[in-house]
């Protein structure tokens, strides 16, 4: 509860006072109005500390006409923020975009504006959270709500689709790292433009264009939350926006091993990129259908839809989706035993990528190719691509790929006699995979195998661990078939 109230002395102090009328945890509750919940401060104190709202009162009273509406304005940034973004939202009126800075400067000095430290080049800023609250309610009172909200959305529109860019190529980590120092304020543009009336479509662009960062990032199950909420309430008619939206859901869909959904997702989303001669929406979805008939062992079909796909991407210069049904398709060739074909699919795909900068690329096509040399017998190349691409992963803070990736060198440690190892990368990929509420993931950590008596080569089908053990007499699991993970 005092973390909430932010540490400020007297919002604890008239919370405490709360406690002869309240229990603890009723009065966290009632935290969504402090400013009804905390008055009847004492008595003989001075008039603007009876209550949190006289004392904020009194401090607004005190700024001037410029600070008073940066103040109101800045109330509306749900997670700190950027003097751009400053200067973007809250000029307008009396304010000029170059009368932001000063103005900041003079909130900062009476500390209702923060200045955070961070590691990134750019200061952040931000209000605690009850002045921020109080913040949101002059800006109620002044008729600025709309008008601010609306360009809080289009900045942080802007951002997105800036970042949905930069995932593409070296700057990865950089975007999804101010994405993340965001997600808050994109969450707001988010629920505002589904709650103002005809705004949905702008909804759906925004959650569209943050489809790879809550897939890298884990955030799985809030992006399926928005994305199925946005598509069931917007009615448009069929556009480019629409179609990414169904394969984004349809993408984290199967991340989840919601096999239904992300078919039914991006079936329709094949349909009307078809319907308008969206290449582009068709490629993706074609691949995203690929990769589903790869985790189902259905092979013939993951190859079908993932040329097909191939062949649409190169026609629209699109040169990740390019690389990405490579790397589908040499998974389909591995799988199949065709090893030296999968080479040359996953090297094709790994130069592509890499002469793109899309670092999550290479990392997943490197995975890859260290499980294709685990089945040739090459323990040293395999152990090597798969740390390196390790490193990506961790880097960027794929949850998913980074689980994924421990279980496999685990594997491979398992199957050297490594024990201590292999338990420490299985534990470390458990965790992650709880976090996620990756519930495949769960099963394929638990039913790891305590010991493999043979490396193997060529692994048939790619199925997974589980599938492939089985516990003899003795009580110990031997490995029958091979355990390394199929490559999707």
Known sequence: MCRRLDGIPLAIELAAARTRLLSVEQIAVRLEDRFRLLTGGPRTGLPHHQTLRAALDWGYDLLDDGERALFRRVAVFAAGFTLEAAEDVCAGGSIEPDQVLD????????????????????????????????????????????????????????LAERAELELQGPRQKEWLDRLEADHDNLRAALDWSRSSPGSGGVA?????????????????????????????RTEEPTTVTRIKALNAA???????????????????????????????????CLVILGVRACRLEDYGKAEALSGEGLSLSR?????????????????????????ERAASLLEESLVRTRALGHQWGAAAVL???????????????????????????????????????????????????????????????????????????????????????????????????VRRLRRPASGRWRCHSGTVQRGV
């Not at 039914?264 to 993706?284: N, P």
Request: charged content about 30%; some cysteine; hydrophobic content about 40%.
């Open 103 to 158: 103005l900041l400067g003079r909130l900062t000095d009476k500390s209702l504006v923060i200045v955070e430290t961070t590691t990134a080049a750019e200061a952040r800023y931000r209000l605690l959270e009850t002045v921020r609250q109080y913040g949101l309610e002059r800006l109620q009172y002044a008729g600025e709500t709309a008008a601010v909200r609306d360009r809080h959305r289009d900045h942080f529109l802007r």
């Open 204 to 232: 759906l662009r925004l959650a569209g264009a943050l489809w790879w960062f809550w897939e890298i990032r884990g955030y799985w199950v809030e992006g399926r939350r928005w994305l199925d909420d946005l598509l069931a």
């Open 250 to 284: 349809a993408s984290l869909a199967l991340k989840q091993g919601d096999f239904t959904q992300a078919e039914r997702f991006a079936t329709r989303s094949l349909e009307l990129s078809r319907e308008i001669g969206d290449k582009r929406g068709a490629a993706s």
């Open 315 to 339: 026609e629209t210069g699109d040169n990740f989706a390019t690389a990405w049904a490579q790397a589908i398709l040499g998974i389909v060739a591995r799988a199949k035993g065709e090893q």
């Open 367 to 465: 995975l890859n190719l260290g499980l294709l040399a685990w089945d040739r017998g090459d323990t040293a190349r395999a152990q090597a691509s798969l740390g390196e691409a390790l490193g990506i992963f961790q880097q960027l803070g794929d949850k998913s790929y980074i689980a994924y990736t421990e279980l496999n060198l685990g594997i491979i440690a398992a199957t050297l006699g490594d024990f201590e190892r292999a338990r420490s990368l299985y534990h470390q990929c458990l965790e992650m995979r709880r976090d996620l509420e990756e519930k495949r993931g769960i099963v394929t950590c638990l039913g790891r195998p305590r010991m493999c008596r043979r490396r193997v080569g060529g692994i048939p089908a790619g199925r997974g661990i």
